[in-house]
């Protein structure tokens, strides 16, 4: 069974530290937003991805 958490309850310890994270967020938001490299499919970045963990746990298997 998972704890339900409260949208009351805040995972910072003040309102200061909670204004940082938002506005360090909206900033990565704004930068992606902003980036001129063309986008890609959801499927491509998945495919990079796996290949890229295949290739590390090969690598992992082969220090072995």
């Not at 001129?36 to 990079?48: D, K, L």
Request: glycine letters at 0%.
């Amino acid at each position: 069974m998972s704890a339900r958490l409260s949208p009351l309850v805040s995972e910072f310890e003040s309102e200061e530290q909670a204004a940082r994270y938002d506005a360090w967020l909206r900033a990565k938001v704004q930068a992606s937003l902003d980036d001129p490299r063309p986008n890609i499919a959801h499927s491509e970045a998945m495919a990079e991805l796996k290949s890229r963990l295949a290739a590390k746990r090969d690598k992992r298997s082969d220090d072995r």
